[in-house]
């Protein structure tokens, strides 16, 4: 039994495994200011709710955007589980053929994303991974990575549109009941939705256009994948708990 933990910008993704199975995963906010004890306290209680024996739990593996948390959550697990979680960065075994500029510069993030997506599907294939930031990781046919694309994510980009603005308001997300609305929240949540449903689609039919031949399989992961890919016209799987498989199948490689 291991944990798998994501921290992206805004949340942390933590899982539990035991095998293939996925026992229990639960989202917390991603908090610079908390000490390695506070996340411990936190990673401790969800054990308890969800009734896992932690003395049971032989290692964790880690993906951390966020370079100042990564050594204060490697402690917070130590405390919690009394091993040293494997960190994903260089050096570590994961299987990719990176075909990047430098593939030194490749997010953790990204890395984890497509060993679970190569392991799982069909290639060639594009990963979609919609947080803060939206990614998109593009694997060939014969298993290479060859790059992607980084864009703002669907919450970023609302709140900066309405920070820049002196009359649109901050809105929740949610889907408006048509894509030509008549007032100035819909017509926000439509371009933001429906606007970034129409850029997936858009960048499938580039890629393809690029690499000469169809995608096989497009996946999405992230937590607002949910809310976007019920509206493209593309076939979009949607993976809620990609990162954590790919992180137990990187420690696994590296166990």
Do not use: W
């Not at 003395?55 to 959550?73: H, I, N, Q, R, Y």
């Amino acid at each position: 039994m291991i944990f798998a933990i994501d921290v992206g910008n805004t949340h942390i993704v933590l899982g539990c495994m035991e095998g293939d199975a996925l026992l229990f995963t639960a989202r917390v906010h991603t908090d610079r200011a908390k000490t390695a004890d506070e996340y411990a306290l936190i990673f401790r209680d969800l054990c308890d709710l969800h009734q896992i024996d932690r003395k049971k739990v032989t290692g964790a593996g880690l993906s951390c955007v966020v370079s100042e948390l990564s050594d204060t959550l490697c402690r917070a697990v130590e405390l919690v589980i009394h091993h040293r979680p494997l960190v994903v960065g260089a050096g570590i075994k994961t299987g990719l053929n990176i075909k990047i500029d430098d593939p030194g510069q490749l997010g953790a993030d990204l890395v984890v994303a497509a060993v679970a997506a190569t392991a799982k599907h069909p290639k060639p294939l594009i990963i979609f991974d919609m947080g803060t930031a939206n990614t998109m990781s593009v694997i060939d046919r014969d298993g290479r990575f060859l790059g992607g694309a980084i864009l703002a994510g669907l919450r970023l980009s609302v709140d900066s549109l309405s920070a820049g603005t002196s009359q649109l308001p901050r809105i929740q997300l949610a889907v408006p009941p048509r894509v030509v609305c008549s007032n100035t929240v819909e017509c926000m949540q439509s371009g933001a939705l429906y606007g970034h449903a129409a850029m997936l689609d858009g960048l499938i039919d580039r890629v393809e256009a690029e690499l000469g031949e169809p995608i096989a399989t497009v996946v999405a992961t992230g937590g607002l994948a949910h809310m976007v890919v019920p509206l493209c016209r593309r076939d979009i799987t949607v993976e809620e708990d990609l990162m954590l498989q790919g992180l137990k199948l990187i420690y696994d490689k590296n166990s």
